[in-house]
């Protein structure tokens, strides 16, 4: 009962895998996107050589910190948002009723 209290429920371990495996998904969903986001903007569709050059190589280094760099920013305004929600929506003791 330390959810009562302050605590956090404890979860089962069907949800702490269902939570493991939603998170997997979420992870590689960016990671694709990342993927093919910094693929279409800094190589070409013509490979002339086997390895990368040097500006593809600073392109697609930019590219990743960019993609980085926007998503924690969107992650935390979802955030502020959320907690900015679940602030002024918990008037009954913060039981969610």
Known sequence: ???LFGGKPQLSSAEKIA???TEIDMVSDMFNRLTQSCTKKC???EYREGDLNKGESVCL???VGKFFE???KVSEKMQGEAAG???AGGG???FGM
Do not use: H
């Open 1 to 3: 009962m330390s959810f």
């Open 61 to 63: 280094d930019r590219c």
């Open 19 to 21: 939570a493991a495996e």
């Open 92 to 94: 009954m003791g913060g």
């Open 85 to 87: 929600k679940q602030g």
């Open 70 to 72: 926007v998503n924690m």
């Open 43 to 45: 190589i070409p569709p």
